[in-house]
Each structure stands twice: as structure tokens, then as C-alpha cells.
């Protein structure tokens, strides 16, 4: 039986030189099966079992005509798939949602500050911000909400976006830093010395860093046009001029990969078949009625032509409700276009939910389909999907907020808008932040407002990261509660004791039959 295995493996190049060579021969042969009996994983063995798994070059960063393909490909389908546009919306709703707003959690004690003092730089820093964000573009058109919403689509779509904090010429701005997005496609091999390295682009230094960016120039009317410019990634003092967003996943990596890469082929597949689909499901609803005639008499002198005996045109296409005459010889044959039928639904599931587990995002997410969950799968399908929404909204904020909220609150503070002591020495204290956005809401309110309780009476969870978790600032809402409840008693107004209630039936609900009162 080895025997004859061994031998199955000797392939065309084996046999020629063993035909001239019969020592060689068994010297290759030889060698091939101790390597292969040397090998610990079944996954690299290249046996005639294996023969067909053809391997691609493992690049660091794809080259640029794949990664050109594979954006295309991706903008395709946010154009034209239904479910690759709700994916991407997804992402961006649940990520971003309403724009990310920073907490500022600068700490006293490292400042050399008191707490009072501390409460009002935040309030300052904040303020700020809120000031800045709605100038935030470049371009006067959107705010910083709407400029996440697309920066994290681009993202998605493309891989990667490129965002350039520039400095506005507008006198009028209350803050002249501003971002202004860029598309990838400008990012381009520039003309550096023989000295330089460039790839796709991005031009390193010594250590594989990237110094420099090569961005070809805009032309409203015609585009991109003349040769690419070359901007350094930093200035003097380590301020980023570029902002060159995308999710590594090799070290090294130098450009971003479309989200949807891996599941494209399956996108297309599916869309192929459903459109198969379809198309035969509207042939199957064309009822049609073919009558034929025979007339014996004129069996001698008509000549068959194929065409109809009134009008004398062609039968081209099938419409629902048609009745054709035929003429005398020619017959019909019924089209019987093959449908899935019972197997459709399910083979459809199947593709959504490999592409929903190459994308991290739960079936029931990707198609907003609940309809075969009940209340526990719905809540483990939505927690999972907001571990990955949370992973992302974290880097994002890192990557893109956390960089313009520093170069924000640096200018401020020279304009004599910012009173931070030592601001150069403390900076990065200064622009210590907390980053939430938009809360998901709950599946069960009173269940999860209950263990939110639970949670911070055991010391397991805090105020602000209860509050955060539905995206507002705790600090607003202590403060809204005092204005309300000041209000109540300046108006002579009394409300039910919270605190005083049952921790688990809300008051005049029953327990056992017994009714739980408020005191």
C-alpha cells in the first residue's frame, strides 16, 4: 500500500529524469517522502489531495492594482448590493451614530491642581469643542458629526481614508484648525531621490515609518491632475499633517483593505443568483396559450415559415395573458424554467451568515432579520455585535478624534482660550479624554436598568460608565436632574421616592400577591 501511494506521487518531471537518470530519480523520490513525513501539520503537505490549492504571494500590503480592485469592487456593491449598503450603514450608525463627543478626564493630582479648578478646565475643554465642531470642515459644508459618519464609511468602503488637519484662512472661525477628507485614490508614487523609499505612495524612513505622504493635487473642474506633492506626515514638533486612517492587520502594513475583501466573491455570487432567480421567477408567471390549426387543405400550398398566420410576425418573447395563433406545422415547446424552491431560503441564510462571520456581524444584524430569535439569541446576538462595534468605536476615536481634539484644545490655549497651567509640560494630560457616542438601547428596559443598579451598588460599574453606555455625559444628566428637581420644589411639587421603592417591582405592582407601596 506505500508502495503504491509513493508511487502515485511521482509526477511527470520525476519520471523523465528517472527515464535518464534512474539514481536521481530515486533520489528525488526519496527526499519528497521524507520531507513529507517530516511535516507536524496536515495543513502544508502538497500531496495529489492538495495539488489544486494554489497559493498567492503573502505581501505586507496587497499591491496597488489589487487593492485598486478591490475598492472598486467594494464601491460597486455599496452602489448596487442591498446588503453590502445596510452593512455599511450599520457600521457607521453603531459606531459613529451621531458623532463621537469627548469627556474630559484630565486628574488633579498629576496636574498639581485642586478638583474645583480641574471641573472647570474640563468644562472649558469641552466647551471648546463644541464651539469647533461646527466648523470643523474645511469646506464650510459639514460638521464633525457628519465628517466621522463619512470618514468611518470610507473606511469600510475603501479600506482607508485620509483626513489632513489643516489650518482655515476664514478670520471669522472661532478655531482655524479643520479637517479636510481625502479620497485614496489621490495617494500616488511621487518623484523622491534614489535615495528615498515610496510605496504606494507613502514614503518611509529608516525604521519602515512613514515620513511623508504623496498626494496628487485637485482640480474642482477635472479632477486629479499634475504631479503628486509630497506632505511630511509630521512637522517639527511631532504634530500630525497627516491623518492616514485604516485597521492594520500585518505589521508593517503600509494601506488599508476594503472591509467587505474577504466576502466579495460571495456579494457577487449571491446577487448573480438571486437575480437567476427572478428573472425565472417572471417567466414562470407568464401564462401563455399556443393554439395550433390544421388544415389539410392547404397542407399543399402553405409553406411553413415559422410565422404567425395573421400577422405574419415572429412569436420573440412571451408576455403574461398572450394567446398566439400558430400556423399549420409548427408546435410549442413549454419553458420550465428550474426554481430552488424549498432549498432557496435556506441556501440564501447560508451565505448571509458566512458573510455576516467574516464580517464579525451577527446575522440577525446584517439583515435586520429577528424574526427567528427569541429573547435570549436576540440579546447574544446584539451583545456580540456591540463588542465589535465598541472595538471599532475605540479605535476610531483613537486614530481620528483623539489627534484633532489635541491639536484643538493646543490652539485654544494660544489664543488665550484654554487657562492650562504648564500646558507643553501636561499636554497629553490635557487632551486625556473618554470618547462616547451614541447609546444602543435596551432589549429588555427593566431588566438592564436593574442590573445597571446592581451593577454600581457592588462597586462592579460607575455612574459615568452606565450613563456613557446610553452615549450621554453623566455630569449633564447629575446636573438636569438638580435643575428638574429644583424646579419641583420651587413649584410646590411632590414625586414618588425612587430610592424608597423596591429595588425590583416598581410601586403598586405585586409580589406574591402582596402590593409593594411606595413610603
Not at 26 to 43: K, T
Not at 333 to 338: M, Y
Amino acid at each position: 500500500m506505500k508502495r503504491k501511494d509513493s508511487d502515485s506521487k511521482i509526477n511527470f518531471i520525476d519520471r523523465t529524469i528517472a527515464y535518464f537518470s534512474p539514481r536521481w530519480g530515486a533520489n528525488r523520490q526519496a527526499a519528497r517522502i521524507r520531507i513529507e513525513a517530516a511535516m507536524q501539520f496536515r495543513g502544508a503537505e502538497s500531496g495529489r489531495l492538495r495539488s489544486d490549492w494554489i497559493l498567492g504571494q503573502t505581501q505586507t500590503t496587497p499591491s496597488s492594482w489589487e487593492l485598486q480592485v478591490l475598492r472598486n469592487r467594494s464601491r460597486d456593491l455599496n452602489c448596487n448590493d442591498p446588503v453590502a449598503s445596510g452593512a455599511t450603514e450599520t457600521m457607521a450608525t453603531n459606531i459613529v451614530g451621531r458623532g463621537l463627543r469627548p469627556q474630559s478626564r484630565l486628574r488633579a493630582e498629576i496636574l498639581g491642581i485642586s478638583e474645583d479648578r480641574a471641573r472647570e478646565l474640563q468644562r472649558q475643554a469641552e466647551f471648546i469643542w463644541q464651539t469647533w465642531t461646527p466648523w470643523a470642515d474645511s469646506g464650510n459644508r459639514l460638521d464633525f458629526d457628519e465628517l466621522q459618519f463619512l470618514a468611518l464609511r470610507k473606511v469600510v468602503e475603501d479600506g482607508e481614508i485620509i483626513a489632513l488637519p489643516v489650518m482655515a484662512e476664514e478670520p471669522w472661525r472661532p478655531i482655524r484648525r479643520a479637517v479636510e477628507l481625502i479620497e485614496v485614490d489621490r495617494l500616488m508614487p511621487g518623484a523622491g531621490g534614489s535615495q528615498t523609499i515610496i510605496s504606494q505612495g507613502v514614503e518611509l524612513g529608516t525604521r519602515g515609518e512613514p515620513v511623508a505622504y504623496w498626494l496628487a493635487p485637485f482640480d474642482p473642474k477635472t479632477g486629479m491632475a499634475g504631479e503628486p506633492k509630497r506632505i511630511e506626515a509630521r512637522d517639527k514638533q511631532g504634530r500630525p499633517r497627516v491623518l492616514h486612517i485604516f485597521r492594520t492587520s500585518r505589521p508593517g502594513q503600509l494601506r488599508g483593505v476594503p472591509f467587505f475583501a474577504p466576502v466579495l466573491t460571495y456579494f457577487k455570487d449571491l446577487a448573480d443568483y438571486l437575480e437567476a432567480e427572478v428573472v425565472a421567477a417572471r417567466v414562470a408567471a407568464c401564462l401563455a396559450v399556443f393554439i395550433t390549426k390544421t388544415n389539410p387543405y392547404l397542407a399543399g400550398s402553405q409553406v411553413a415559415t415559422g410565422m404567425e398566420t395573421n400577422t405574419g410576425a415572429r412569436v420573440q418573447g412571451i408576455e403574461p395573458g398572450l394567446v398566439s395563433y400558430l400556423a399549420l406545422g409548427e408546435d410549442i415547446k413549454v419553458v420550465d424554467p428550474k426554481r430552488g424552491g424549498e432549498t432557496f431560503s435556506s441556501f440564501v441564510e447560508g451565505i448571509l451568515r458566512i458573510i455576516g462571520v467574516a464580517l464579525g456581524l451577527p446575522y440577525e444584524l446584517l439583515v435586520k432579520d429577528f424574526s427567528k430569535t427569541n429573547y435570549s439569541s436576540a440579546r447574544a446576538a446584539l451583545l456580540e455585535g456591540r463588542r465589535m462595534f465598541i472595538n471599532w468605536r475605540s479605535w476610531f476615536a483613537a486614530r481620528f478624534c483623539q489627534p484633532l481634539w489635541d491639536l484643538v484644545l493646543e490652539e485654544a490655549f494660544l489664543r488665550g482660550q484654554f487657562d492650562a497651567p504648564k500646558f507643553y509640560d501636561f499636554r497629553s494630560e490635557y487632551a486625556r479624554a473618554l470618547w462616547i457616542g451614541g447609546g444602543w438601547g435596551w432589549v429588555d428596559p427593566v431588566k438592564e436598568v436593574q442590573s445597571s443598579k446592581m451593577a454600581i451598588d457592588y462597586n462592579l460599574s460607575t455612574l459615568a460608565e452606565e450613563v456613557a453606555g446610553q452615549g450621554r455625559d453623566w455630569e449633564e444628566v447629575l446636573e438636569q436632574k438638580k435643575r428638574e428637581q429644583d424646579r419641583i420644589a420651587e413649584l410646590g411639587l411632590t414625586i414618588p421616592n425612587a430610592s424608597a421603592q423596591s429595588s425590583v417591582f416598581p410601586a403598586g405592582t405585586t409580589e406574591g400577591g402582596q402590593d409593594v407601596k411606595a413610603e
